[in-house]
Each structure stands twice: as structure tokens, then as C-alpha cells.
């Protein structure tokens, strides 16, 4: 009952009466809360995605295989007529674009003849005239579309009209479902599936037994773990983004329960005095804590939630161009993630607590009979933080040349938290000296300014903490600005380097990191014999799996390169040797991601499975790429053609001869296309396009440090009210002086601008520190990216100049508390 | 005769224009081995085992596979492997006598790469690892089934040769021309091999009966169903007997069978020569059809009086894709008399259009 009538005393009645501090301490952590919650769920939304994508009627399966340009169809026969009990099931599953919305589908081939379960699902069996139609198709409940409906789909470089003879069960999602039949010839795969999905109680070896050497046999959910594998490390760095605003939140629980404590300091000794236990009162704070962490838990679990709805867009968005072919899985809220919400709200209160809790549990009984009031300020021993601060220092200079752990870049991740500790033990130092250079300064501002700056150096303690919290976001959000900046400028430059095409041509059907729709071989064909053109370099990719993990094959004509294209090798100065080494059968060329993730270097063998084969490949350099994170491994195309025969393009670069005009050149190749759905992308617009789709990717990464900057920002104006009101009687003599209103306020606007001007100086080198950690540490150790460092100043200017304005946007309500003080009430209550 | 079942798709009447059919005329001329392979001039083809074993132990199986082909269209195709010219459905059905149980699975497949089909060059008849393998010109048949609860692994030697139905190579089915299907029996094939129920692997022997039949059109619109028995006697003898049921519940003129003696030539036996008499029936509670599970059957001219029992009620074969009707396909055993001597035997009973029309 004593416990609880000083949790009452201390807890509850103070935060009842300091509602709106009270408030905003919540909402920063809620805010914390919320980003960590929001990334979670949309991290998860966007991993469990390819599963709604391309399991779409995957139904039950105990196998799946797979193969680098297709399974040969002859493995589904052997595979239907092994002595076990067997169900096989192939598939062909591609993406649409619907003519109309340019809706992305997934239209997958199922076998309708063999699938009675699937017809069943339908209500209508398809029947001899729709299995031998080209315009059938089945329509999943989630298109929107209807019995007798008419779609048109753009597949490859064609549109296509399609009459919907079913609605298919709610398995079939969003997806359109053709027979093999149309799917093979509508989709170019003449001799292939995609996949065979596989029910049977036979073992691996059985199977494997039938199957061609290229193929790969899984368990059924293999590639989809491979895909949350190789989405793990941007999961990742994503999370830990997402922290930082926690952390942010956490110096503001520290800041206001420091405030409270020294506050309060009498009344502890008071309570101490009547024989309260210094647990009683490490309690009480703790629990204060506790409640603040728990009301921000809470009410970060509801922002998250809402949060996610943008932030899956974004994730989403980042993981399609960079990784992988999603549609974003609903986002769910499980016990799990309630559970840790709580967990992290009340944590991050509780060790933010500590330190005011154990320094209020120390107030000696004796302090409520003395007089006067110690300033706690007085206790920073700011050399000794000083000290600390180097050491940390130096640790983070160690961390960050240690190697990744089990791939994640743990000391990476250190050596960015040592970093900001350093700053932040510096801080109380790097204010007192300020403050004794920069007095005369100040003077000549005049005298608001003086006190202004005499009394953020005076309580250095709250200040530091202040100047720590905002420092720490400006910090983080000028190194990713740095990072995205100089990673943007990498990719415009190699851009630069490697887009030397007059046009490139792609299928209108829509690619990704994963998908690569085709472009006919006849179209390639009349496009090469066109008079304007001088050569063109046609690509096809395929995806395939390398050790475990995605990766991309490309073939692309290494003659047509070495003439007229450039790739920059990595140590090579002069890349045509390589080209021309490339022509020959065996031989292929990797691009830095895949070198990275893989450990291969130029001289390397690479075992690749090529349709039913595998090909033992040389490895003769490294190039540089920025096109996609799975990693390119690229041959001569003629290589590519031997193993897989389809003579399709993934995109085609046109070279026009010297002195044709683009437009001309353009309309030739336009009038060679007529009919098909193919794009003509001049190169200025292919350019513009990469660096929207990057744009668009960073966009996840500007947003968490927005809500950082909130945070701080949040901090900020708590932190001056709580000032203001620490303050009144201070600033009642002011204006008991003879200081006018105006002039108070002037001066509670100068802290609030020597508070944000002190942070976005700390917090400017901190950031320059904290981006080579994440240039060179982070980025290369989980992505293996070559970036080079960059400026973006005006980025910089921007977001500085924006934290500024909002930290003295800020001051305004704690301003007009402070004008609104009755001097002569204020001086009476002493 | 045999059941046209359904072949889960809807196929009446929606053919390509164009593919003109061949009709099951008289006067057909049957060559060995190559008509028991398959024929894809004529829409639709079925090779029919059926089968009764007993263990040494004495427990007893009934089993019944069977593979259906049937044509969608002759146009020349797209070229792509996954065509569909036919579709082919195999039944398999297997019947645990002692244990009382009834098993039975279904698959529809396209040519496809492999799936299914009938090969003469690899005497193959398969549906996925649903096969028939023929050797030696047919003296050696090999079936093989496999299901998720059981499989079977039989070989079969014919102990009498191939037995050309009906007259004049056709067996009719209506009045007009056409209206016929080339129909030929091994009504006697020793069996030899394994079964497997659940997990148990068992030797078996006892006597199969295969069926190939191949028509363009069977029945006419005023047939509901048939009645279809196959009988094996102890004495070496066999009968077949079918029945086809009109709308108006009476029997077909064009009911038929054949008598196949246990030596000499087998003879033709026409509707007004037998007399089938259901005595008791069975309903299903799957499908609610009710099948007489009781039969007498009297054959005037060779003074043949049987009655016809199941060991096993519960033989019918539903619950496959919507267009698909049930049937009852099922062991039977015999007894009666023949010229005063009593005989016994063993058989296979098929009973359509108790569940719904079969439409073909």
C-alpha cells in the first residue's frame, strides 16, 4: 500500500499535472514505437508477397523443380510415370499488364485438363471448345473481372484479347489462369515450364533420379525461403533505420525524468526522510518510466499500424525493382508484433530510466532539510565524458574493419552506435566551450542572446541531452542523405559510362528484378537490317539459382559491346581484352553484387545449370553494376543460345550510324515494331527512368528519417516547455526588472536556435562520420556495392536548413507560457 | 460394351468443325496386334481390366483399371506439346472383399510430353504410372496401378484367344448405321503378381477379363444406361451380357453378349435370347442411386439359370469432376445351373445410369 501511495505521489499526480510534457514524451516514443512497428509489418507484408504472387494455386506440394531458362517438358512425363504414387504439376507462371489500368497480373499455365480440383474450385469444368480457343481465360476472383468479360493483356512484346469463360476460386487470388495449351504459345515457352510442383511421398533421389542434371529439385517453399534469405539483409538495414527514431525517443524519456527527478529532488528527500527505501523510490521513477514506455507502446502499435499502410507501398515498391516480383501480402498485426511493441516501448523507457532513477534513488534523506536547491547541472563531468568519448571514438574506428558476421555487417552496425556515442559524450564539452568563445559574440546580439546562451551553458546537463537527441537524428539523417546521394551519383555516373545506345528497345509487358518479358526474334531481326542502324546488342536474361540464391544469367553480343558499349571491370582500365576473351564458348563475366555475395574472383570456374545441363564457366572479370542486387553473371550470347535456344530478347540496344538523327533513327525502328507492344526508349529517357525507379526505391529510407527529425523535433519543444516552467520564477524576476515580453520571448527563441544550430553542427560531422560507416562498412558488406563518395550538398543545405527552422517552429508555445507569466504572482511564490 | 463414362469434360457436341469421324461399320477387318492398340479415327477408345484374385491365405480382391481415350478435335494443332487432340481418363478401382472396403481414384490427362497414351512401338497403354504393357503380341499383358492407399503390380496370360463381339466385326448399339463400336475381349487371362493395401504387400492369383472397345457414336438419346456382365466359369466357360436400358424402363432391342465356350468358337446371343431380372438393390448413400446388387439371368438357348450376388455392396465409383456420373463397377459371384448341372463362377457387374444419365 506505501509502494503504491508513492507511485500516486510520485508518478501519477506529477504526470497528471504535467499533461501536455506528459503528452509529448508519449507521442515521441509512440512515434519510435511506431516506425520500428510500421517496418516490421511492411517488411513482413512485403516478404510474405512473392507467396501471394506466384503461389497463386500452388495448392499442396511436397516438391517443386526448377530450372535456369525452363524445365524441359520431357521431366514432367518422366516424372507422371515414376512408380510411386505422384501428382505433378506443371506450371508456366508470368505477368500481364492489363491494357487498360496497366495493371500488373500474374497469369500463370496450369494444366485445366489434369486439374479437375481446379475446375471443381471454377463451378465449370473448361470444356473441349475453351481448352482448344486462344482466347480462353479464367479469371481469379480478386481481377475484378466476370464470366464473358473481354481483357486485354499485354504478354511479351503483344496485346492480346481474352473472353473469360470462369471466375476461379478464391485460390486464384488476383491471377489469371490459362491452359498449358495457350499459355505455352502465348508466353513463348515452347518446350518448357517453369516450375513442377510435385505431391508425392518419393524421396529426393527417386526424383532426381528422372530428372535432367540442370534442373533443380527443392522441397516445395524453398524458393520462396531463398527470397526472404536474399531480402534479409535489406530487412535489415531497414530495421535498423527504423531504431534510430526509437533511440531518439529513448534521450527523450531520459531528458524528461532527469528534469523531473532534480525537480523533485526535495520531495525525495522528504519521502526518504519518512523512511521510504532508496528501492521504493528507484522504483517509483522506474515505474514512471514504465507507464510513459507503455502509453507510447500502445499507442505506437495503432500509428504502426497505420503507418505500414504507406510504408508497404514504399517497401514494396524497393523490393520489386531491386529484388524481387511481389504484390504486397495484407499486413497483419499478430500477437507477436503486439507483444513487441510493448516490449520496446517499455525498454526503451526502462534503460532510458535508469540513470535518473538510480540518481534519485541517491537523494540523501537530509536534502529535504536543507535549504536551497543543488543544481544538477553541476554534476556533468564533462572531461571525464570527453575521454569516454575518444575511447568510443576509437572503438568505432575498430568495428568498422572488422569483416561481416554470418554476411550481416554486426560491427558495422557498432561501429555506427559507437559513433553516435562519441558525439554525444562530447557534447557537454564542446557547449561549455562554445559558450566561453562564443559570449562576445553573442553580446553584440544582444542581451536575449547572452542569456539566452548563458543559460543553455548553465544547465549543460539538460542542454547536452537536448543538443544529444536532435544531434543523434540530424546525424543519421545527413548520413543516409549522404549515402543515397553519393550512391545516386555512383549510378549516374556509371549510367554514363555504360548506356552508350542510341535507343533501347523492351517489351511493354513489365519487367523486374525477376521477370524479364521478351521481344521476338523477328522483330530483333528487322530492326538490325533497318538502314539507320549501325548494330544492335541483344540481351535476353533469365533468372536462375546459384548455390542457394537468385541470381540473374544474361547473354548479351560481346562484339556488338567491345565495339560500341563500355562495362568498367573492376581494376581493368581497358574492358575490350575481356570482351573479346568473352566470345568464346566457357567463359563469362560477373558483376560486383554476385562477386561479393558469392566470393568469386576473375579466374574463378562457376558450375552453372543451363536448361537440363551444367556448365562449368570461367570467370574473366568483375564488372561494375547497379542494375539489380541478385547479381548478373553474363556470357556472349551465342554461349547463352547453345544451352538455352530461345532466340527471344529481354531488350535490345540500338546503335544508329554516325550522322543519323535520333528522331529519324527512331522512327525507322518504330516503323519496323508497328504492331507490337514494344517500348522505344530514347537513352536521355532511360536515364531519367533508372534514376526515378532509384529515386523511388530511397524513398522508404527519406521517410523513417522524417519521422526521426518529428521525434527530435517533438523533444525539442517538450524539453523548452519543461524549461519555461522549471524556469518561471527566473523568468518572473525578468520581468519583474523591467524585461518586456517581447524580449522573454526573443530569448526563449534564441536557445531554441543556439539548441538547433549547436545539433545540426554535431550532428553534420557526426553524419559525414556515420555515412563512411555506411558507404564503406554497411553497404558493402550487406549489398557489396562499389560506391563512390559524394556531397549532396544541396540535399544537405535543404534538410539542415528545414531541421532548423523546425526547432525554432519549436519555441512558440513555450514562448507565449513564458510571456504569459504574472511577474509580481511569480515573485510571490517564493 | 463397355461405359463410356464421362470424360470429366463436357465434350458433347463441341468439336472443331471439320474432323469428320470414323463410324463402327460392318465388315471391319481386325489385324493382331495393331487393333489392340489405338485407333484415332473414331472419337472414342477403351481398354477395360477387371479382375477377381485371392491370396493363398484365401482373402479375396476385386480390381477394376481402366483407360479411356477421347478425341476433342483433329485439327492440326498449335504444334505445342500441350494440345489436347484427346483426352484420356483411366478409373481404378480396387475392392477388399474380406476387409469389406471399396478404394477407387480417377485421372484425366492430355498427350502432353508423355502423360498418356497408347503406343504400339513400346506396347504401351498408359495414363500417367497407370500402365498396360503388352509383350509377345499380347500373350503378356503387365498392369500397373498405383494409388495413394494401394497399387498393383499384375501379370496376365491369356488362357484363350481375343474374342471378336457382335457380327460382322461390329457390335450394335442402335438401328442406324454407325451406331456400333469394334468390340474384343480376352475373356480369360491368368493373373499373377503383387497387391499392396496399405502398405502390406501381398501375393495374388485368380482371373482378369480385358475389354477394347473403339466407336464414334454408341448410345442413342433415348438410352439412359446399361447393365453389363462379364462371368467366368469353373469350368473354363465364359459369358458376357449386356443390357441397355431405354428411357421408358424397358430393355433395348439391341441388348446383347456372347458365350464363349470352354472349348470351340464363341457365339454371338441376341436380346430376345436372355432375360435379366433385378431381385434386390443397394442405394447409394453418396449419390443416393439405387443399383440392383441382385440378379437372376436365364439364357434360353443354353438352358443357363444364374443368380447373380456381390460380395461386396458398396462398389460404386463416385464423387470424380462435376460432369462425371457415378457407376457401379463391381465383383460378383455366380451360381446356377446349365443343362441341369450346377455351375459356379466369378464375374464383374457394371451398372450405369443409376445416378444420372451418361451422356456421349
Not at chain 1, 232 to 239: D, H, K, Q, S
Not at chain 2, 19 to 40: E, I, K, M
Not at chain 2, 79 to 96: K, M, N, Q, R, T
Request: charge should be positive; charged fraction near 20%; glycine fraction near 10%.
Amino acid at each position: 500500500m506505501a509502494s503504491f501511495r508513492l507511485l500516486y505521489r510520485f508518478v501519477i499526480r506529477p504526470m497528471a499535472r504535467e499533461r501536455l510534457r506528459t503528452v509529448l514524451t508519449v507521442f515521441a516514443v509512440a512515434l519510435g514505437v511506431g516506425v520500428v512497428i510500421a517496418i516490421e509489418l511492411a517488411g513482413q507484408a512485403a516478404a510474405g508477397s512473392f507467396h501471394a504472387s506466384m503461389e497463386t494455386l500452388a495448392g499442396r506440394a511436397d516438391y517443386e523443380v526448377t530450372a535456369a531458362g525452363g524445365v524441359p517438358v520431357e521431366a514432367v512425363g518422366r516424372l507422371a510415370t515414376l512408380a510411386w504414387p505422384i501428382r505433378v504439376r506443371p506450371r508456366i507462371e508470368d505477368y500481364g499488364m492489363i491494357a487498360g489500368d496497366l495493371r500488373v497480373v500474374p497469369v500463370i499455365g496450369v494444366d485445366l485438363v489434369a486439374d479437375g480440383r481446379l475446375a471443381a474450385a471454377g463451378g465449370e469444368a473448361p470444356d473441349a471448345e475453351s481448352l482448344m480457343a486462344a482466347d480462353a481465360i479464367w479469371a481469379g476472383p480478386d481481377t475484378g473481372y466476370h464470366k464473358g468479360d473481354t481483357v486485354r493483356l499485354i504478354l511479351n512484346d503483344t496485346e492480346r484479347r481474352f473472353r473469360v469463360r470462369g471466375v476461379l476460386g478464391s485460390a486464384a487470388g488476383g491471377a489469371f489462369v490459362l491452359d498449358l495449351g495457350s499459355a505455352s504459345r502465348l508466353l513463348g515457352r515452347k518446350s518448357t515450364v517453369d516450375r513442377i510442383l510435385i505431391e508425392s511421398p518419393a524421396s529426393e533421389s527417386v526424383l532426381r533420379a528422372v530428372l535432367p542434371p540442370g534442373c533443380e529439385l527443392a522441397r516445395f517453399g524453398a524458393r520462396t525461403e531463398e527470397n526472404r534469405r536474399m531480402l534479409a539483409a535489406f530487412r535489415w538495414n531497414l530495421r535498423v533505420l527504423s531504431y534510430i527514431a526509437l533511440v531518439v525517443g529513448a534521450f527523450l524519456i531520459y531528458n524528461t525524468l532527469s528534469v523531473s527527478v532534480v525537480r523533485r529532488r526535495p520531495e525525495i528527500g522528504i519521502v526518504r526522510a519518512m523512511g521510504a527505501t532508496r528501492r521504493a523510490v528507484l522504483g517509483a521513477v522506474l515505474s514512471e518510466a514504465a507507464m510513459l514506455g507503455l502509453a507510447g507502446g500502445a499507442a505506437g502499435l495503432l500509428l504502426g499500424r497505420v503507418m505500414a499502410e504507406g510504408a508497404v507501398r514504399l517497401v514494396a515498391a524497393t523490393v520489386d525493382s531491386l529484388y524481387v516480383s511481389s504484390r504486397p501480402a495484407p499486413i497483419e498485426v499478430t500477437a507477436a508484433i503486439v507483444a513487441w511493441a510493448m516490449a520496446i516501448g517499455i525498454g526503451a523507457a526502462l534503460v532510458s530510466a535508469l540513470t535518473p532513477a538510480w540518481e534519485a534513488a541517491q537523494v540523501p534523506p537530509t536534502e529535504a532539510m536543507a535549504r536551497g536547491r543543488r543544481e544538477y547541472q553541476a554534476r556533468v563531468r564533462r572531461w571525464r565524458n570527453l575521454g569516454l568519448g575518444a575511447a568510443c571514438g576509437l572503438a568505432a574506428w575498430l568495428a568498422a574493419r572488422q569483416a561481416p558476421v554470418g554476411g550481416r555487417p554486426l560491427f558495422g552496425y557498432l561501429a555506427a552506435l559507437l559513433l553516435i556515442a562519441t558525439g554525444v559524450l562530447a557534447i557537454p564539452a564542446l557547449i561549455s566551450s562554445l559558450a566561453s568563445v562564443s559570449a562576445g559574440c553573442l553580446r553584440r546580439i544582444g542581451a536575449e542572446a547572452l542569456l539566452a546562451g548563458r543559460s543553455l551553458a548553465g544547465s549543460l546537463r539538460r542542454t547536452s541531452v537536448l543538443v544529444g537527441a536532435l544531434s543523434t537524428a540530424v546525424a543519421m539523417t545527413v548520413a543516409v542523405a549522404i549515402m543515397v546521394g553519393s550512391f545516386r551519383q555512383t549510378v549516374l555516373d556509371w549510367m554514363d559510362d555504360r548506356l552508350k545506345a542510341d535507343l533501347y528497345l523492351r517489351p511493354a509487358a513489365p519487367a523486374s528484378a525477376d521477370r524479364h518479358p521478351t521481344i521476338r526474334a523477328e522483330l530483333a531481326d528487322r530492326v538490325a537490317k533497318l538502314e539507320g542502324v549501325a548494330a544492335i546488342d541483344r540481351f535476353r536474361a533469365y533468372e536462375i539459382n546459384y548455390q542457394g540464391m537468385p541470381a540473374t544469367l544474361a547473354g548479351g553480343d560481346s562484339r556488338v559491346a567491345s565495339r560500341f558499349g563500355r562495362r568498367s571491370f573492376l581494376g581493368v582500365s581497358n574492358p575490350v581484352p575481356i570482351f573479346r576473351a568473352l566470345e568464346h564458348p566457357g567463359t563469362a563475366v560477373v558483376s560486383e553484387p554476385f562477386a561479393n555475395k558469392h566470393n568469386v574472383h576473375p579466374g574463378d570456374r562457376l558450375r552453372l545449370p543451363m536448361g537440363a545441363r551444367i556448365v562449368s564457366l570461367k570467370v574473366l572479370g568483375v564488372f561494375y553494376d547497379y542494375a539489380n542486387e541478385r547479381g548478373y553473371i553474363i556470357v556472349d550470347r551465342r554461349t547463352l543460345l547453345r544451352y538455352l535456344p530461345d532466340p527471344a530478347s529481354s531488350n535490345i540496344a540500338v546503335y544508329l550510324k554516325p550522322g543519323v538523327d535520333l528522331e529519324a533513327g527512331r522512327r525507322q525502328v518504330e516503323g519496323a515494331l508497328a504492331g507490337a507492344r514494344v517500348q522505344v526508349l530514347s537513352n536521355r529517357r532511360l536515364r531519367q527512368e533508372a534514376i526515378r525507379i532509384f529515386d523511388r526505391t530511397f524513398a522508404i529510407t527519406y521517410a523513417l528519417e522524417a519521422v526521426a527529425i518529428l521525434v527530435a523535433v517533438t523533444g525539442v519543444a517538450s524539453a523548452l516547455v519543461a524549461l519555461v516552467i522549471d524556469r518561471r520564477r527566473e523568468l518572473g524576476l525578468l520581468r519583474f526588472l523591467g524585461g518586456s515580453r517581447p524580449q522573454v520571448a526573443r530569448m526563449i527563441y534564441y536557445e531554441a536556435g543556439l539548441l538547433g544550430l549547436l545539433a545540426n553542427g554535431v550532428g553534420l560531422l557526426l553524419g559525414m562520420a556515420l555515412s563512411m560507416v555506411l558507404i564503406f562498412v554497411i553497404n558493402r558488406q550487406s549489398f557489396g556495392w562499389t560506391i563512390r563518395f559524394h556531397w549532396p550538398v544541396a540535399v544537405l543545405l535543404g534538410v539542415l536548413t528545414l531541421i532548423y527552422m523546425a526547432t525554432v517552429l519549436a519555441a512558440v508555445y513555450p514562448a507565449r507560457i513564458a510571456t504569459r507569466l504574472r511577474p509580481i504572482e511569480v515573485v510571490h511564490e517564493e | 460394351m463397355k461405359s463410356s463414362l464421362a470424360i470429366g469434360l463436357a465434350c458433347a457436341g463441341v468439336l472443331a468443325a471439320g474432323t469428320v469421324w470414323r463410324q463402327a461399320l460392318p465388315g471391319y477387318h481386325y489385324h493382331f496386334p495393331g487393333d489392340y492398340f489405338s485407333h484415332s479415327g473414331f472419337r472414342t477408345e477403351w481398354w477395360y481390366y477387371t479382375g477377381n484374385l485371392q491370396t493363398s491365405g484365401g482373402k479375396r480382391f476385386g480390381y477394376e483399371l481402366t483407360f479411356f481415350r477421347h478425341a476433342l478435335s483433329r485439327d492440326r494443332g498449335s504444334g505445342s506439346v500441350w494440345d489436347v487432340p484427346d483426352v484420356w481418363l483411366a478409373h481404378l478401382a480396387f475392392s477388399d472383399i474380406n476387409g469389406q472396403r471399396f478404394y477407387h481414384t480417377e485421372r484425366l490427362n492430355r498427350p502432353g510430353p508423355g502423360l498418356a497414351g497408347a503406343d504400339i512401338t513400346r506396347g504401351l497403354i498408359w495414363n500417367g504410372n497407370w500402365f498396360s504393357r503388352w509383350s509377345d503380341g499380347g500373350r503378356r499383358q503387365q498392369l500397373q496401378a498405383i494409388a495413394n492407399d494401394f497399387r498393383f503390380d499384375l501379370n496376365l496370360v491369356p488362357v484363350k484367344p481375343v474374342v471378336i463381339h457382335g457380327e460382322h466385326g461390329i457390335s450394335r448399339k442402335g438401328p442406324l448405321p454407325g451406331e456400333a463400336s469394334h468390340y474384343i475381349s480376352f475373356t480369360r487371362l491368368r493373373t499373377q503378381g503383387t497387391v499392396e493395401l496399405h502398405g502390406e504387400r501381398q501375393m495374388v492369383e485368380g482371373f482378369s477379363w480385358m475389354d477394347h472397345e473403339f466407336f464414334t457414336h454408341q448410345l442413342t438419346a433415348d438410352q439412359v444406361g446399361w447393365d453389363w456382365f462379364s462371368i467366368q466359369f469353373d469350368d473354363g466357360a465364359e459369358l458376357m451380357l449386356f443390357r441397355l436400358r431405354r428411357t421408358d424402363g424397358a430393355a433395348d432391342p439391341f441388348s446383347a453378349g456372347t458365350w464363349v465356350p470352354a472349348t470351340g468358337a464363341a457365339r454371338p446371343i441376341t436380346s430376345s435370347e436372355f432375360r435379366l431380372t433385378s431381385e434386390a438393390t443397394w442405394r447409394s448413400p453418396a449419390t443416393t442411386g439405387v443399383y440392383p446388387v441382385r440378379w437372376s439371368i436365364l439364357v434360353h438357348p443354353l438352358n443357363l439359370k444364374l443368380q447373380v450376388t456381390t460380395p461386396l455392396a458398396a462398389q460404386e465409383l463416385s464423387g470424380g469432376p462435376p460432369a462425371s456420373p457415378a457407376y457401379w463397377e463391381g465383383a460378383i459371384d455366380i451360381e446356377g445351373t446349365r443343362q441341369g448341372h450346377p455351375v459356379r463362377g466369378r464375374g464383374y457387374l457394371e451398372m450405369t445410369g443409376y445416378a444420372g444419365k451418361i451422356g456421349m
